[in-house]
């Protein structure tokens, strides 16, 4: 019969369950930043790519915290990015992948708490709160497209994704409450 799992190597399995996930939305958002780039939506383009780089910040927050805890960071995405769907459908699926992670976070957080890791458990309120900042900003756009439909599609064409500041999302809109770094 294996061992139980000791606590450090639960938190270990949460951190390392997280970092495979914003691997998979690293792929999934720089994927469609370039088809949004290509279907002439600039200013969608712009933002996914500012929340893959939030993304970014995340696995590397995460690597970080595992290697720490003396645990190796998983190089592997938990799902392949979904490619090639219509505007609308991208806006609802992504904002179903922020629900799941606000979801599995909040999850891992008290995992965190159970195993008496209290900074990780703070990494993952910080990351709650930035995935209900992209899922709020997903939301919103699903709402105006519903609402207005071609009209507004129309303002987010053009602009150019590339040459802006590559600070991610969140920093865009002034930084997340209570942020760590
Ligand atoms: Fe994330
Ligand atoms: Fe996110």
């Known amino acids: 019969m294996a061992a139980k799992p000791d606590n450090k190597q639960i938190v270990i399995n949460v951190l390392n369950k997280a970092r495979a996930s914003e ?11 370039y088809e949004l780039a290509d279907s002439d939506y600039g200013q969608f383009a712009q933002q996914l ?6 993304e970014m910040r995340h696995a590397e927050m995460l690597a970080e915290r595992i290697l720490i805890l ?7 995405p938990d799902m392949p990015a979904k490619k090639k ?6 806006m609802k699926y992504d904002a179903e992948l922020e629900e799941i992670a606000v979801r599995d976070y909040n999850e891992a957080h008290q995992v965190c708490r159970d195993g008496r890791d209290s900074l990780s458990a703070k990494l993952f309120e910080q990351l709650v709160t930035e995935e209900q900042i992209h899922l709020d900003h997903f939301q919103d756009i699903i709402g105006h497209i519903e609402e207005l439909g071609s009209a507004y599609l129309a303002t987010q064409v053009g602009g150019a994704a590339e040459g802006a500041p590559a600070r991610g999302f969140v920093a865009s809109q002034g930084g997340a409450p209570n942020a760590q770094a």
């Open 23 to 33: 691997l998979a939305a690293i792929l999934q958002y720089m994927s469609q930043h």
């Open 49 to 54: 790519k500012l929340i893959a780089i939030d």
């Open 70 to 76: 003396g645990g190796t960071p998983t190089s592997q």
């Open 85 to 90: 769907m219509p505007v609308l459908e991208i």
